[in-house]
């Protein structure tokens, strides 16, 4: 990989590689309704036994870490790989970005980018396609710094040693978009409550909207699998009602640039108008 940067992937719980993911995915995350502990993670990768041709498509959980050749980490990721037939117009298949850390000392590289260009490939070949082939799409749950509290956004930004604002932009700079979906996340857990506070985003997709069925079908592979964890959700759950809008849907889901809100928001202009990011990116983008 560039710059002398190593990859080890594994879908096996018992790995030596979840364990060194996680030493660094500890350190990175601390707002606790969006949490996995480490009997998540091996809970999520033990499914790719058994759920492996779960909802009629192919999954594979990983997890993988990046290091120096000195064996310094520089970096891990989460994500679980879906593949979706929904035409060869599309993308053959989806990446729900799970986690995502860059160490604090590994900052300003470039390592976000060569991360994800390993999770498309790692993606592509544990779901038995074509490395060579279209890339899969990239989709990622974010901060919503307009739904945090006060205490949230200081806890975060003090524990990571990045603002809010600043890791979307951060994100903006891949290619990332805001989808324009009332987005809920499940509760990770029996302790854990449902997070409204998130954005979701798809990373370098191409084309201005996200095809409603191929999101519905990556939603409902990693809400049963990287969320729900096998477990099925109760009647009226907040993934049932998510999955039932697309299901509905004809039109494609919009994509809206996150640049004009980072610089809304940049610039000290009101926000108290808009009730979450996602409103403010559409109002933004109505504007430039």
Sequence with gaps: MPGGVGVTASDDPASRVLARFFSGYDRAFVLPDEREELDGFEACLALNGSH??????????????????????????NFLATAIDRGAHLPPAAIALNYVYVE????GRGMLRVILGAVRQLALI????????????IFIEQNDP?????????????????????????????????????YVQPALSATQQPDDGLIYAAVDYPGAAVDAGLLHDHLESFFGISVRKGEEEAP????????????????????LPMEPAIDWMRSGRP???????????AAAAGEA
């Design 52 to 77: 492996r041709h779960a909802y009629g498509r192919t999954h594979s959980e990983l997890v993988a870490v990046f290091e120096d050749e000195a064996g310094t980490l520089l970096g891990g990721a």
């Design 104 to 107: 604090e000392a590994a900052r």
């Design 126 to 137: 544990a779901l038995g396609l074509d490395p060579a082939g279209p890339a899969p799409a």
């Design 146 to 182: 307009l739904r945090l509290t006060a205490e949230e956004y200081a806890a975060d930004t003090a524990h990571s040693g990045t603002d809010q604002v600043d890791r979307l932009a951060i994100w903006a700079r891949v290619g990332t978009r805001i989808v324009d979906f009332p």
């Design 236 to 255: 009226g759950g907040v993934a049932a009602a998510q999955l039932a809008e697309l299901a509905a849907r004809g039109a494609p889901v919009a994509l």
């Design 271 to 281: 926000v108290a108008d808009h009730d979450s990011f996602r409103a403010l990116a």
